[in-house]
């Protein structure tokens, strides 16, 4: 199928690029009422299409290739955003993460909006509490944020980013990464943010999600 070979395509990226390493990350995309998840235990580095595991929107099992263990939270991610979403990408990725670590974070806007980039494909971010990896609180937690956002961050843990297609979510991962990385550039500089006005132009010309 072309589009778990794109999956496979997308996962050595970042795998390449540093976004992923050691057996951590997990992507997911959803066709008609299947999810197929990246499989557990193993690395984003270089995953056959007949590694990725397909499952039901219950989690049963639909092929031999065991899901990632943090299937349960795409599941409740895609239940609550419904139609909106049809991939999902999970990172610990290195910024993202040291985000998720700030004591103080402001969690109604924890970046600030120094480039329209940011405006267009990643805001609004939740930012969710910590729960165990894999559990239901977890994914509980993250199916709550996901009614209302496609870019959730999970504190001391890592990125949750939603797309309407796959390169959607890849590309607001990338720039959530990215502006992240800037934050920590530019901490302790005086920053000239977007105004009010300029952000309000930004949703008005592009639209927010
Ligand atoms: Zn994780």
New binding site residues.
Partial sequence: MLELERLCEVCSSFFARGYAFGS???ISIRIGDEVWITPTGGSLRKLAPTAIACIDMQGGARNEAKASK?YPFHLAAYQSAGAKANAIV???STYAVALSCLDGLDEHQPLPVVTPYYLMRVAPVAVVPYFR?GSTELAGAIGEAARGHNTIL?RN??LVCLGSSLEEAVDRTEEFEETAKLYFLLRGEKLRCLTADQQAEIGRVFGRK
């Fill in positions: 951590t990350g997990n943090e999970h990172l610990h990896p999970l843990h890592g």
